[in-house]
Nanobody, 124 residues
Framework: VRLQASGGGLVQTGDSLSLRCEAS????????VGWFHRAPGKEREFVAGISRSGANTYYADSVKGRFTISRDNAKNTVSLQMNSLKPEDTGIYYC??????????????????WGQGTLVTVSS
């Protein structure tokens, strides 16, 4: 599975962005997907995850109520809608796919494939 993340950009505090992760390969529905955030100078951290069917979603406490993850298996895409953005949301966002988990895995080692990342900058 190849993953391509897009949708990042420069926004102001309180604005919204929608990130998109496009996957190649007909086996995409067999993978749970997670989004990770790497803030400047920090390690990647789990942001949100979604199960293979899309029925179950998981969020880090820091984004609950602000971010929404969704997927369209017919289009091989996973989206991350980010609302009420804060300066601390600044960083590179990566999508990742895992075969064994349910999308709730928070460790980077659990994921088998990674996209290249898309940069989000939130100005104060």
């Amino acid at each position: 599975v190849r993953l391509q993340a897009s949708g990042g950009g420069l926004v102001q505090t309180g604005d919204s962005l929608s990130l998109r992760c496009e996957a190649s390969g007909h086996t995409f529905p067999n993978y749970a997907v997670g989004w990770f955030h790497r803030a400047p100078g920090k390690e990647r951290e789990f942001v949100a995850g979604i199960s293979r069917s899309g029925a179950n979603t998981y969020y880090a406490d820091s984004v609950k109520g602000r971010f929404t993850i969704s997927r369209d298996n017919a289009k091989n895409t996973v989206s991350l809608q980010m609302n009420s953005l804060k300066p601390e949301d600044t960083g590179i966002y990566y999508c990742a796919a895992e075969r064994r988990g349910a999308g709730s895995s928070r460790g980077t080692a659990e994921y088998d494939y990674w996209g290249q990342g898309t940069l989000v900058t939130v100005s104060s």
